[in-house]
Nanobody, 113 residues
Framework: QVQFVESGGGLVQPGGSLRLSCAASGSMFRIYAMAWYRQAPGEQRELVARISSGGSTNYADSVKGRFTISRDNGKNTAYLQMNSLKPEDTAVYYC???????WGQGTQVTVSS
């Protein structure tokens, strides 16, 4: 059964950067599109970025130009590089494949001075 383990979150000041990692178990990582989502308190989970099996990327308008999604199929890992962070980026960040399966625990990102 595929599982996702997110890491790399933390507390950062506005304008700072973080790099999130998503380690996936299983041998079929390379054939699936992967995506990052986030959920702020009291809000619904939203799609932040996705990357196809071939490396094509898409981003939510709110993060376009600031976040970069990537993947390393040899390591079964997806990444989210987040730059120029804003307080409104504060949320728990999750990764999943497309179509979605069971969610991991997520990693907390807090942007505050």
């Amino acid at each position: 059964q595929v599982q996702f383990v997110e890491s790399g979150g933390g507390l950062v000041q506005p304008g700072g950067s973080l790099r999130l990692s998503c380690a996936a178990s299983g041998s079929m990582f390379r054939i699936y599109a992967m995506a990052w989502y986030r959920q702020a308190p009291g809000e619904q989970r939203e799609l932040v970025a996705r990357i196809s099996s071939g490396g094509s990327t898409n981003y939510a308008d709110s993060v376009k130009g600031r976040f970069t999604i990537s993947r390393d199929n040899g390591k079964n890992t997806a990444y989210l590089q987040m730059n120029s962070l804003k307080p409104e980026d504060t949320a728990v960040y999750y990764c999943n494949r497309l179509p979605q399966i069971a969610w991991g625990q997520g990693t907390q990102v807090t942007v505050s001075s």
